[in-house]
């Protein structure tokens, strides 16, 4: 069904709502029916019916979705592992039927969603192209106008007459690509595409999603974990969590509250550990130590990352705290800095980084406490340690800090004591 012709020139000039909508997907819910008693043979399963056993347990993947899409949108679906985006994928391909609802589609829609569906091994590229290209509803004749398309996308010239089963697994993630993208569908549905082949064919993936966004005639909905792709291409989003739609319209305010929703996923996990303080590093000398945030750990370039750490010394010794900034995306440690602490008992001091000169990451503050050996501070000894249940956590989203190094010096950095009385920094 074709039902959208306008060209795209006209449509440049029509504003977001002027835009007819193309997918509309309507109070969507699907469970699915998760088998616990094997019934082996009809008498079993007789005798578990009169026993009440149903032998499954139902569960519900999508509870009640509703959102629409219209033409030229770049629509992103985000959510954590197991939220149910490729089952929603699957509803809106036809895949699978929803329970409740409805999904409405205007235009041609290409999903790429499994890779290897409807590909035979036994073929060769070429006779894979058109077979692909078929299952997707198109003829033998737009197949032909496509192909030369199709295969100089692939990079896959030379090899299109030879069996698949000889290609490589990345040559024929490459093809399967291909055909979606450069099938003329007006909705182009994409599962997890952005890791397909190497750098330069991701380089070329990244020309084609700038330009299929400048162009308003295409929809794609994407599907993806990389918050910097939902940034860069979507010009809306959605975050799925537990079946339904926590947040719905602006890509940003999507894709920061996917990176809070993780950091908090992880502050969950801390409780747990709290109950055993041997594995937080801690003992009764320092019964006490945690870093926390202040404020939103969710930070960019116009805002400090303020936090706290709160310890606890029970010791005699002079002491002195080190704050280690990890680049959870990276690896490594950047920073690091010491300070010696003037009270013992339990206190919390403040801290603030100024965060303008990391690039986008996650990064995590450990702190730990040492004593000195003897009054002249030669030696000292680690005590106690926040390890990942109990450091602190902060993200940087910015859109000027997309570059992948996370060089910081200390020249340049330093952490602010904003509690002057209990704590100095060292030399
Ligand atoms: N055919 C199926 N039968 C039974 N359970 C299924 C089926 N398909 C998906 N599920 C379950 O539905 C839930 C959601 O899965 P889905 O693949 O939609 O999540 P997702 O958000 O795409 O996850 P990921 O990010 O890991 O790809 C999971 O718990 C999964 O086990």
Same mark, same amino acid.
């Given at each position: 069904m074709r039902s959208i012709e306008k060209p795209s020139e006209i449509m440049q000039t029509l504003t977001d709502d002027e835009r007819p909508v193309v997918l509309k997907v309507d109070h969507v819910a699907k469970s699915f029916r998760l088998p616990t008693e094997q019934a082996n043979g009809l008498k079993m399963a007789f005798l578990n019916w009169t026993k009440g056993i149903k032998g499954y347990t139902e569960q519900t993947v999508l509870k009640d979705i509703s959102f629409e899409v219209r033409q030229g949108d770049f629509f992103g679906i985000v959510g954590r592992n197991g939220s149910g985006k490729s089952t929603l994928l699957k509803i809106i391909s036809q895949i699978y039927m929803p329970e409740h609802g409805s999904v409405e589609i205007s235009g041609?829609?290409? /999903?790429?969603?499994?890779? !290897?569906? !409807?590909?035979? /091994?036994?073929?060769?590229?070429?006779?894979?192209?058109?077979?692909?290209g078929a299952l997707l509803g198109f003829t033998r004749e737009e197949i032909d106008v496509m192909y030369d398309d199709i295969v100089d996308f692939a990079e896959l010239n030379d090899f299109m007459d030879q069996k698949l089963k000889n290609y490589s697994s990345g040559m024929q993630v490459r093809l399967a690509f291909s055909v979606a993208i450069k099938a003329q569908g007006d909705i182009l549905v994409l599962d997890e595409v952005l890791a397909v082949g190497d750098e330069a064919f991701q380089r070329k993936c990244d020309n084609f999603f700038a330009n299929i966004k400048k162009d308003q005639s295409k929809t794609v909905i994407l599907v993806t974990h990389s918050m910097d792709a939902v940034k860069k291409y979507c010009n809306k989003a959605i975050l799925i969590k537990d079946g339904e739609i926590i947040v719905s319209g602006n890509k940003n305010d999507v894709a920061d509250r996917y990176t809070l929703e993780n950091i908090r996923d992880k502050d969950s996990n801390k409780q747990h550990y709290e109950e055993n303080s041997a594995t937080l590093g801690l003992n009764e000398i320092v019964p006490v130590l945690s870093a926390a945030p202040v404020d939103s750990p969710l930070c960019n370039y116009d805002s400090n990352f303020n936090f706290q750490v709160e310890y606890?010394?029970?010791?005699?010794?002079p002491f002195y705290m080190a704050l280690a900034l990890h680049d959870l995306t990276r690896g490594g440690v950047p920073y690091g800095d010491s300070f010696d602490l003037t009270e013992s008992g339990r206190h919390i001091v403040h801290f603030s980084i100024p965060t303008n000169m990391f690039n986008n990451g996650d990064y995590r503050v450990i702190a730990s406490i040492h004593e000195w050996d003897g009054e002249h501070t030669e030696s000292a000894e680690l005590v106690a340690f926040t390890n990942e249940n109990n450091a602190c956590d902060f993200s940087l989203r910015d859109p000027r800090g997309t570059d992948n190094f996370a060089l910081i010096s200390k020249k340049a950095l330093s952490y602010q004591i904003l509690d002057p009385h209990l704590a100095t920094r060292q030399f």
């Open positions: 041609k829609l290409v /999903p790429f969603i499994e890779l !290897g569906v !409807g590909f035979n /091994p036994e073929l060769t590229g070429r006779e894979n192209v058109y077979l692909n606890e010394y029970n010791g005699t010794k």
